[in-house]
T-cell receptor, first 114, second 112 residues
Framework: KAGVTQTPRYLIKTRGQQVTLSCSPI?????VSWYQQTPGQGLQFLFE???????NKGNFPGRFSGRQFSNSRSEMNVSTLELGDSALYLC?????????????FGPGTRLTVL | DQQVKQNSPSLSVQEGRISILNCDYT??????FLWYKKYPAEGPTFLIS?????DKNEDGRFTVFLNKSAKHLSLHIVPSQPGDSAVYFC???????????FGQGTRLTINP
């Protein structure tokens, strides 16, 4: 089985722009979670989607949003980028409804905001 | 509010010796704990886990210990190998919030 894929792998944007990141989960997985990784903060939970519905959300401002499509692929969007949004954005997929213990991560998208 | 803390940002250990990575948590409702390993330019990969009803779980060179009264868990790697050099994240499962809560990570370096 192919693993979790994320595109693009690297991205450079300037302040005020918006960005969309994409995640394709493992085939058959219905849950997709997004995390932000920054030095010293570890992985901060952004949100989780299951069957096209946002099931859970972390403590991030409304500039961070996401969605999930019928094929379980997910996108996250960040609008009005700030310097502090520079981070590694990780996507993880899980097989089923209660599966937050079985998360498989993609390689991440490295976002740099200048 | 950091519910899961890894207080050592880095750890250096000689090859063949024991590596001990520590993690503290504050939420007594966490029901499952996991360790993930992350190499540069890759996503974290699952390493080992332990249920809150147990105090030890072993898998080859990796053993996780849970001390619920102290709200502390540790990962032991014996013997340490150069390929173990990576960032290790401790995570806890929050059944109420249905999400994993991660620590800040510890960078382990194994020296030859």
């Amino acid at each position: 089985k192919a693993g979790v894929t994320q595109t693009p792998r690297y991205l450079i944007k300037t302040r005020g722009q918006q960005v969309t990141l994409s995640c394709s989960p493992i085939s058959g997985h219905r849950s997709v979670s997004w995390y932000q990784q920054t030095p010293g903060q570890g992985l901060q939970f952004l949100f989780e989607y299951f069957s096209e519905t946002q099931r859970n959300k972390g403590n991030f401002p409304g500039r961070f949003s996401g969605r999930q499509f019928s094929n379980s692929r997910s996108e996250m969007n960040v609008s009005t980028l700030e310097l502090g949004d520079s981070a590694l954005y990780l996507c993880a997929s899980s097989p089923g409804a209660v599966s937050y213990n079985e998360q498989f991560f993609g390689p991440g998208t490295r976002l740099t905001v200048l | 509010d950091q519910q899961v803390k890894q207080n050592s940002p880095s750890l250096s250990v000689q090859e063949g010796r024991i590596s001990i990575l520590n993690c503290d948590y504050t939420n007594s409702m966490f029901d499952y704990f996991l360790w993930y390993k992350k190499y540069p330019a890759e996503g974290p990969t699952f390493l080992i886990s332990i249920s809150s009803i147990k105090d030890k779980n072993e898998d080859g060179r990796f053993t996780v210990f849970l001390n619920k009264s102290a709200k502390h868990l540790s990962l032991h790697i014996v013997p340490s190998q150069p390929g173990d050099s990576a960032v290790y994240f401790c995570a806890a499962s929050d059944p109420g919030a249905q999400k994993l809560v991660f620590g800040q990570g510890t960078r382990l370096t194994i020296n030859p």
